[in-house]
């Protein structure tokens, strides 16, 4: 079995509505080892938001313990779990969530704000990852004259500006055509075949057949873990490779 990146045992979350106890969660245990790809599924109301936002430290358990990068979260305060989320994860969701009014490069840079790098040096890492994912040459632009797909690119290289660990994706392809939606899920899988952890949230099949491991939740409760069948390889497997486009690439044009 290899690292893990996430292990939870006996996972359990309560809340308290306004009918009584709610739970959302039962007893969830998952490891997830250095470099697995996995798509979390289930229908709305199954527990895997829930779950995702346990995973990315927006949440605590009720019960249970997690442990990210071996690290137990629950023995740790607001400062130390805020420094191990920055340090080890990064997060792509299906709104796209960019500063309108500030550049490509300066949304991808924000999450260095806090790095103890200058300006000028927060741009440039953050043209590196935009050139990673083949949107350099649009650094100065602004969000609203690129596509959703290109938005959404540049808000996984805003995940990637850390170099995290462990992406976190939360229904990421939700707001995008199926064309673009898998031009996104083959720039995860290459992320992947790079050595970063991803866990993604979806409700479309044709999404989660991307990843190599599909975990599916129903009631608060894991009723399948098993690896997607045509995906059994191991990530980084010869003749499995897809390299990330080069600027301009994945067929998309330029700026409108």
């Given at each position: 079995?290899?690292?893990?990146?996430?292990?939870?045992?006996?996972?359990?979350?309560?809340?308290?509505?306004?009918?009584?106890?709610?739970?959302?969660?039962?007893?969830?245990?998952?490891?997830?080892?250095?470099?697995?790809?996995?798509?979390?599924?289930?229908?709305?109301?199954?527990?895997?938001?829930?779950?995702?936002?346990?995973?990315?430290?927006?949440?605590?358990?009720?019960?249970?313990?997690y442990f990210l990068a071996g690290r137990d979260v629950a023995g740790l305060d607001k400062d130390e779990t805020a420094q191990l989320r920055n340090r080890t994860i990064g997060f792509v969701f299906q709104g796209f969530n960019l500063l309108p009014r500030?550049?490509?490069?300066?949304?991808?840079?924000?999450?260095?704000?806090?790095?103890?790098?200058?300006?000028?040096?927060?741009?440039?890492?953050?043209?590196?990852?935009?050139?990673?994912?083949?949107?350099?040459?649009?650094?100065?632009?602004?969000?609203?004259?690129?596509?959703?797909?290109?938005?959404?690119?540049?808000?996984?290289?805003?995940?990637?500006?850390?170099?995290?660990?462990?992406?976190?994706?939360?229904?990421?392809?939700?707001?995008?055509?199926?064309?673009?939606?898998?031009?996104?899920?083959?720039?995860?899988?290459?992320?992947?075949?790079?050595?970063?952890?991803?866990?993604?949230?979806?409700?479309?099949?044709?999404?989660?057949?991307?990843?190599?491991?599909?975990?599916?939740?129903?009631?608060?409760?894991?009723?399948?873990?098993?690896?997607?069948?045509?995906?059994?390889?191991?990530?980084?497997?010869?003749?499995?490779?897809?390299?990330?486009?080069?600027?301009?690439?994945?067929?998309?044009?330029?700026?409108?």
């Amino acid at each position: 079995m290899t690292e893990a990146v996430i292990r939870v045992e006996s996972l359990g979350k309560d809340y308290d509505t306004p009918a009584g106890p709610f739970t959302a969660l039962k007893e969830v245990n998952l490891h997830v080892g250095t470099g697995e790809f996995v798509a979390i599924m289930g229908p709305s109301g199954s527990g895997k938001s829930t779950f995702m936002n346990i995973l990315g430290c927006l949440d605590r358990p009720s019960r249970g313990r997690y442990f990210l990068a071996g690290r137990d979260v629950a023995g740790l305060d607001k400062d130390e779990t805020a420094q191990l989320r920055n340090r080890t994860i990064g997060f792509v969701f299906q709104g796209f969530n960019l500063l309108p009014r500030m550049s490509l490069a300066d949304n991808v840079a924000l999450p260095l704000v806090y790095s103890g790098l200058g300006h000028a040096e927060r741009r440039e890492h953050a043209r590196e990852v935009l050139e990673k994912v083949g949107l350099g040459r649009y650094a100065d632009s602004l969000p609203s004259r690129i596509s959703g797909g290109q938005q959404q690119r540049v808000a996984i290289a805003r995940a990637l500006v850390n170099r995290p660990r462990l992406i976190l994706a939360d229904e990421p392809t939700g707001n995008l055509d199926s064309h673009t939606s898998h031009e996104i899920m083959q720039v995860f899988r290459t992320l992947n075949e790079e050595g970063i952890t991803v866990v993604l949230i979806t409700h479309e099949p044709d999404i989660a057949a991307f990843a190599r491991r599909q975990v599916r939740f129903l009631d608060g409760e894991i009723v399948h873990d098993a690896p997607t069948p045509t995906h059994q390889a191991t990530p980084g497997e010869a003749g499995d490779r897809h390299p990330l486009p080069r600027e301009g690439g994945w067929g998309e044009g330029p700026p409108c």
